[in-house]
C-alpha cells in the first residue's frame, strides 16, 4: 500500500476533469437504464490527478455501435488487444471495459440548471495528440 496521503476531498465529493483532452482509466461500468427506459452502460472513469467523470452510453440508437467502436479503439491504441466478444449490452462487455486506459474529451455539459464539465467523447490516439 501507497504511504498516507490525508484526503483532502469531503466524503461524496469528486474532482471534475478540466475541459480538453485527458489520458484516464475506465473503474466501473453499471449496466442501467434511461429514463426511456434504454440500455445504458454509465462508465466511470478516473484520472491521473484524482479526477473522476461519468460517461453514459446508450444502446439502440444510430450512434451507439459507433461510440462503443470509439470507446473500444481508444482501448486499443492504449496498448489492449481487442478480443473476438459480442460487443453489446451485456456483463461480457462491460466486465472487459473495466480497468482499460483510455482518451477522453471534457467539455461543458448541461446538468439541468448548470454547466458542469462531463466526458463527451472518447478519442482514438491520433484525436488525442491532435492540437485543437
Known amino acids: 500500500m501507497p504511504g498516507y496521503n490525508r484526503p483532502t476531498l469531503k466524503r461524496g465529493e469528486y474532482k471534475n476533469f478540466e475541459l480538453g483532452r485527458h489520458s484516464a482509466v475506465i473503474k466501473k461500468v453499471k449496466l442501467a437504464k434511461t429514463t ?76 439541468g440548471e448548470e454547466e458542469k464539465p462531463g466526458v463527451t467523447e472518447f478519442l482514438n490516439e491520433e484525436e488525442f495528440e491532435a492540437e485543437e
Open 36 to 111: 426511456t427506459d434504454k440500455d445504458k452502460f454509465t462508465i466511470i472513469v478516473k484520472g491521473k490527478e484524482g479526477e473522476s467523470g461519468i460517461y453514459n452510453l446508450v444502446f439502440g440508437t444510430d450512434f451507439s455501435e459507433t461510440n462503443l467502436n470509439y470507446i473500444l479503439a481508444s482501448i486499443e491504441d492504449n496498448g489492449y488487444e481487442i478480443p473476438m466478444l459480442d460487443f453489446d449490452y451485456n456483463e461480457p462487455t462491460a466486465k472487459f471495459l473495466e480497468g482499460k486506459s483510455v482518451y477522453i474529451r471534457v467539455t461543458l455539459t448541461d446538468w
